[in-house]
């Protein structure tokens, strides 16, 4: 018989057996596409404004990952090397969040889906693995990425650690500033790092003579790793948000949740900071948040434009703050760039989902909150979820209403704690659009830039 402490990581005992944990994982991502009432805008071609062909897309991405992009099957398979990597964190806890319920003295049921657990401390990963895999299976030597905060990055840096890829990343300057251990990170695992603007690029190069202080956004970095990626042959672009690829690897943590939703016998009346399916019995209203300092949702318009400041990305429709805007450097850097993936503004628009921005003082206080009775510090991110939850939960004490409200608590802020640091001390500032003429005169000028798409 084997010893406990020599079982597999991907392992556990149940009575006298050994019980994987790859069979509680996932065999398929969920494609929402297939279940809504109409199909999204098709991105355009920059210079034709042409619908994009896949052939369009090969310079940057790998051909599986073109394939999932344009697909139309409700459920794609995951593959077995991948679900193995999985498997050193998945499945990932669903908690019910009693202490915090106690603090609100809410009648509310309140869920969390952790997904800190995982090496890179975020949920990312489960988009990293597959997009490296499929990269390396393709014969790919190097990926390039951007980053914000730093979380995809260093989730792009583990994954092609193991699968033998080189890494290059763009990491937005003013959280390669402000969060120096996750450039360590992402060296720990192998990649290369770079400030973003740099001058290694002709679009950083331009950026930086126009503001040689620019603190950058997620826009300028995206526009210098495609630059890097299209100049050789051996090198493909990896991202971490807004295309339809990455939004299909993230719903294992939606169909993990389901099942054990169902296994707890509750149905969310509420989801925030996630999206749900089309499909099945329950019909809970889905909520976004997002800042007030960069509020593509709620302020932004639905239009074409380019996914990076340059203008070398394809065209999408997507709520919009302009190519041009920079946000301000708050402390949630993986949520500051210009707009929203475009399924989700597609989806928004459809009216299957609502949106509201929280100013950052309000996230701080409410991950202080979970902190103190959770015992998890969240990362910048998520506290914009926990602060929605903690409306909710108040509303329901006000009603009385027994609601079950979901979250998704996308990582820990192990990393941000200067960010909490500035809040403890008193000297964090809420940056907000409506707050702000400068913000909004910014909004004003960058949606002037945007192309005139013909109809």
């Not at 098709?42 to 990952?65: C, G, I, M, Q, Y």
């Not at 959280?175 to 790092?193: F, H, I, N």
Request: hydrophobic content about 35%.
């Amino acid at each position: 018989m084997a010893r406990r402490g020599l079982l597999p990581s991907h392992c556990s005992w149940a009575g006298n057996k050994i019980h994987s944990r790859t069979d509680e994982i996932p065999r398929q991502w969920y494609n929402i596409v297939p279940d809504l009432p109409a199909r999204p805008p098709p991105p355009l071609h920059p210079k034709t404004f042409k619908p994009l062909v896949p052939e369009d897309l090969s310079p940057l991405l790998a051909r599986e990952l073109i394939m999932q992009e344009v697909s139309d099957e409700r459920f794609i398979d995951i593959p077995d090397e991948v679900i193995d990597i999985y498997s050193l964190w998945r499945p990932t806890p669903l908690i019910r969040a009693r202490r915090l319920e106690k603090l609100l003295d809410t009648p509310a049921r309140i869920y969390y889906k952790y997904e800190g657990n995982s090496p890179a401390g975020s949920h990312k990963p489960n988009s990293a693995v597959p997009q490296a895999w499929y990269n390396a299976q393709e014969g790919i030597r190097r990926v390039v990425t951007e980053t914000g905060a730093g979380q995809w990055g260093c989730s792009l840096a583990f994954a092609s650690s193991l699968f033998g890829l080189d890494c290059e990343v763009w990491q937005v300057r003013a959280s390669y500033d402000q969060k120096p251990y996750r450039k360590l990170m992402m060296e720990t695992w192998g990649a290369k790092v770079h400030h973003s603007p740099s001058i290694l690029t002709e679009a950083g190069r331009k950026i930086l003579s126009q503001d040689p202080s620019s603190p950058g956004s997620l826009g300028i970095a995206i526009s210098e790793a495609v630059e890097v990626a299209t100049a050789r042959s051996d090198t493909k672009y990896c991202l971490g948000s807004v295309l339809n690829h990455v939004l299909l690897h993230q719903t294992v943590i939606g169909e993990e949740c389901l099942k054990q939703l169902e296994e707890m016998g509750e149905t969310p009346d509420v989801i925030i900071g996630c999206t749900g399916k089309m499909e099945g019995k329950i019909n809970p209203v889905i909520r976004a948040v997002e800042p007030t300092a960069c509020p593509s949702l709620t302020r932004g318009i639905y239009a074409y434009d380019f996914g990076d400041t340059a203008g070398m990305t394809p065209l999408m429709k997507m709520h919009t703050l302009g190519h041009d805007f920079i946000p301000d450097p708050i402390h949630a850097g993986g949520l500051r760039y210009h707009g929203m993936a475009p399924l989700l503004s597609h989806i928004y628009e459809l009216g299957f989902m609502e949106a509201l921005a929280i100013p950052q003082t309000e996230c701080f206080e409410a991950a202080l909150s979970f902190a103190r009775t959770q015992g998890v510090i969240p990362a910048p991110e998520p506290s914009h979820a926990i602060a929605a939850v903690i409306r909710e939960a108040k509303l329901c004490r006000e009603s009385g209403e027994s609601k079950v409200i979901l979250m998704a608590m996308c990582g820990h802020g192990h990393f941000d704690l200067t960010s909490y640091d500035k809040y403890l001390q008193g000297t964090l500032k809420d940056l907000t659009f409506d707050g702000s003429l400068e913000i909004q005169e910014k909004v004003r000028s960058s949606l002037s830039s945007i192309p005139q798409v013909p109809r």
